[in-house]
């Protein structure tokens, strides 16, 4: 069955970088889309970015772009998130989720991995 | 990127009905039917009850239903259950970025 799986969360200082992961498994990474959700503590959910299929096409919300970064792993079936001059605000949950048949809404959801961005 | 707009919280007994706004822009909910709606209970990963709109995935209820006027979207949840007592976030597909709503919580009374 369909299952994702995010790693890689942790406590960071301002600056710093980080890479999560998500690994899939029961679809295919070069079949659907992945995109990436946060949710700081007591917040609401805000998207994040969006790993399509081709693995060219990549979207970024603007609170982030310039600073994370999309790459996927066919082989493994992993799409990673790479992010850098990590501030504060960008303490919180990161899920991700597999993009149900181009309808951009997230089908299937990981668990979640807590990043905390703290001096 | 703004944030659509949803009330903070909506409230019904069991049985009734509420339904729940989603108003964003002629740029994203009134440009695309792209529209999902997701339901989040306290300490858990969002489940999507909506997508395209109005189309259910399989084992969400037919309580459930979604709807769509010019820039504002609608979830509507009939014969309440305590069990839907959680948060409610509308998400909508922008061309070059993805929006959600800030979140409405339903109490059932």
């Known amino acids: 069955q369909v299952q994702l799986v995010e790693s890689g969360g942790g406590v960071v200082q301002p600056g710093g970088s980080l890479r999560l992961s998500c690994v899939a498994s029961g679809f295919s990474i070069t079949r659907s889309g992945v995109h990436w959700v946060r949710q700081a503590p007591g917040k609401g959910l805000e998207w994040v970015a969006f790993h399509r299929h081709d693995g060219i096409t990549k979207l970024y919300a603007d609170s982030v772009k310039g600073r994370f970064t999309l790459s996927g792993d066919d082989s493994r079936n992993t799409v990673y998130l790479q992010m850098n001059s990590l501030r504060l605000d960008d303490t919180a949950v990161y899920y991700c989720?597999?993009?149900?048949?181009?309808?951009?809404?997230?089908?299937?959801w990981g668990p979640g991995t807590l990043v905390t961005v703290s001096s | 990127q703004s944030a659509l707009t949803q009330p903070r919280s909506v409230s019904g007994s069991p049985g009734q009905s509420v339904t729940i706004s989603c108003t964003g822009t002629n740029s994203d909910v009134g440009n695309y039917n792209f529209v999902s709606w997701y339901q989040q209970h306290p300490g858990k990963a969002p489940k999507l009850i909506i997508y395209d709109v109005t189309k259910r995935p399989s084992g969400v209820p037919d309580r459930f239903s979604g709807s769509k006027s010019g820039d504002t979207a609608y979830l509507t949840i009939s014969r309440l259950q305590g069990e839907d007592e959680a948060d409610y976030y509308c998400?909508?597909?922008?061309?070059?970025?993805?929006?959600f709503g800030g979140g409405t919580k339903l109490t059932v009374l």
């Open positions: 998400y909508s597909y922008a061309g070059t970025y993805v929006v």
């Open positions: 989720t597999k993009d149900r048949d181009n309808t951009w809404a997230g089908e299937y």
